[in-house]
């Protein structure tokens, strides 16, 4: 996105949904849509929306984590009690906690014993923006709710008591629309990591006002 062009957010910021309302405009994703390489997940997942009870976020940024070989993922220390989600089927959630205060999102990705997965890192809110804002304590912009991967979980309430639950179905689901939004992708280095922090693997919707770090 060059400088000068305007974004036009899908669905505008000021838009407000139910979750009835979102799942009737969305499809849902099967097993098969998580089962491909966490990079190409990771684009994918931009523009779908993450559900949890009455909340809802359109998710405009993510970051892949590529197992084994990626020194800067969970999993390259291998299978772990923590971990052993990440070496199962893909579509699962991988939640974990950080920093002694935040709870962080992951999808798991690409096939049964390849450990990749993908960091949901922002959101755009959909429904129940009162509740998130109470969640969070939250009198902002809206856009402030969820740009960034622990606030966005806190928002939703998504705690590690999520571990493991399928996205595909459920109350903690990912859902995409029925035509999905015209946008651009851009791609820069992971955030906020040591190793590997040169990595081209942080997906965005370019120019997007939500996003963790624009």
Known sequence: M?????FSPFPPLDATFT????????????????ERAAE???RELLSCVLIHGETAGMIVETEAYLGLNDLAAHASRGKTERTK???????RAYVYFIYGMHECL??????????????????????GVSEMQERRNWRGPVC????????LTAAL?????????????????????QSRPQFKTAVTPRIGIR???DWPLRFVWAGHPCLSRR
């Open 144 to 151: 402030g709710l969820t740009n960034g991967p622990g606030k």
């Open 85 to 91: 989600v990440l070496f199962g089927p893909a579509g």
């Open 2 to 6: 060059s400088r000068g062009e305007k």
């Open 106 to 127: 992951n999808v798991v990705a690409d096939r049964e014993g390849e450990p990749g997965c993908v960091l949901i890192r922002a959101l755009q809110p959909l429904a």
């Open 40 to 42: 190409d997940l990771a």
């Open 195 to 197: 190793e590997c922090a």
């Open 19 to 34: 979750t009835a309302r979102l799942v009737d405009e969305t499809e849902p994703v099967s097993t098969a849509f998580f």
């Open 157 to 177: 309430a998504i705690t590690r008591q999520h571990y493991g639950h399928r996205l595909d179905r459920g109350e903690l689901t990912i859902r995409r629309w």
